[in-house]
């Protein structure tokens, strides 16, 4: 029913809220979280209705970029191939959507990555980088890790 997975939506960004720390809510200090959580993350919120018609309860936005950002984001950390693909999946479709978007280039570098094509993950990044990336605040000279998880890295 429509109410169930809309709880099923809630425990989903909870459990990633959770997982990321977000309002000292993790019980740990550091990234050390469980890969089966991460994929927990993923099946919760990409099953849910809600995420499939953009919108969730009374938010006046489309949340439907927030959800994939956060499939994604799961996806990664849990290391898991299914989860994987359908980041992968969702990043394709970003870029076909939205070709001159940096940050869906980035993403998608990071998830072919994750899923071990290297020489295309690279091409993904350097797509991100010559549509715009870092623009205003990144060295030349430095070499970018699409595979880093701290803040300038995201």
Same mark, same amino acid.
């Given at each position: 029913?429509n109410s169930e997975?809309?709880?099923?939506?809630?425990?989903?960004?909870?459990?990633?809220?959770k997982l990321m720390?977000?309002?000292?809510?993790?019980?740990?200090?550091?990234?050390?979280?469980?890969?089966?959580?991460?994929?927990?993350?993923?099946?919760?919120?990409?099953?849910?209705?809600?995420?499939?018609?953009?919108?969730?309860?009374?938010?006046?936005?489309?949340?439907?970029?927030?959800?994939?950002?956060?499939?994604?984001?799961?996806?990664?950390?849990?290391?898991?191939?299914?989860?994987?693909?359908?980041?992968?999946?969702?990043?394709?479709?970003?870029?076909?959507?939205?070709?001159?978007?940096?940050?869906?280039?980035?993403?998608?570098?990071?998830? @072919?990555?994750?899923? $071990?094509d290297h020489v295309? +993950?690279?091409?993904?990044?350097?797509?991100?980088?010559? &549509? %715009? @990336?870092?623009?205003? $605040?990144?060295?030349?000279? +430095?070499?970018?890790?699409?595979?880093?998880?701290?803040? &300038? %890295?995201?």
């Amino acid at each position: 029913s429509n109410s169930e997975e809309h709880a099923a939506t809630r425990k989903g960004i909870w459990l990633l809220g959770k997982l990321m720390g977000l309002g000292n809510l993790a019980e740990t200090d550091g990234p050390e979280t469980n890969a089966t959580e991460w994929k927990e993350v993923v099946d919760l919120i990409s099953t849910s209705t809600s995420y499939k018609l953009s919108r969730f309860d009374y938010w006046d936005i489309d949340s439907r970029p927030i959800f994939e950002h956060a499939i994604c984001h799961a996806a990664c950390m849990s290391e898991d191939y299914e989860a994987l693909s359908l980041a992968r999946s969702i990043c394709s479709n970003g870029v076909v959507l939205r070709p001159s978007c940096p940050e869906e280039w980035w993403r998608y570098g990071k998830v @072919l990555g994750k899923l $071990g094509d290297h020489v295309a +993950a690279q091409d993904a990044v350097n797509t991100s980088i010559n &549509r %715009g @990336l870092f623009e205003g $605040g990144f060295s030349p000279g +430095a070499k970018p890790d699409p595979f880093d998880h701290s803040p &300038r %890295g995201q």
